[in-house]
């Protein structure tokens, strides 16, 4: 079984900061791509960012300049630095990866994470 754990989220004041972490765990063979999404009650799940295994990464609009999506490849971990939080990025962040399951197969399947809620409120 493979498991995406997030960490970090929490209440925050407008413009403040956070640092999301995510770490997987379990029976894998290796960890392609991995990313941060989230979502607002009624909302679809959007994506935040993603970067790959070997650290290109991609942005939504809205976050380019704020956020910073990084990996450690030896910890199969994802992190998400969140900087100038406004009340529009309150959601509930969930990690993603795609996770090859055995070594003789070349197919990525998506895990999720459960989920933290990020909250920027005064």
């Known amino acids: 079984q493979v498991q995406l754990v997030e960490s970090g989220g929490g209440l925050v004041q407008p413009g403040g900061s956070l640092r999301l972490s995510c770490v997987a765990s379990?029976?894998?063979?290796?960890?392609?791509?991995m990313g941060w999404y989230r979502q607002v009650p009624g909302n679809q799940r959007e994506l935040v960012a993603t970067?790959?295994?070997?650290?290109?990464?991609t942005y939504a609009d809205s976050v380019k300049g704020r956020f910073t999506i990084s990996r450690d490849n030896a910890k199969n971990m994802v992190y998400l630095q969140m900087n100038s939080l406004s009340p529009e990025d309150t959601a509930v962040y969930y990690c993603?990866?795609?996770?090859?399951?055995?070594?003789?197969?070349?197919?990525?399947?998506?895990?999720w994470g459960q989920g933290t809620q990020v909250t920027v409120s005064s």
């Open positions: 993603h990866a795609g996770v090859r399951r055995t070594s003789w197969s070349s197919t990525y399947y998506p895990y």
């Open positions: 379990g029976s894998f063979a290796g960890i392609n791509a």
């Open positions: 970067i790959s295994s070997s650290g290109l990464t």
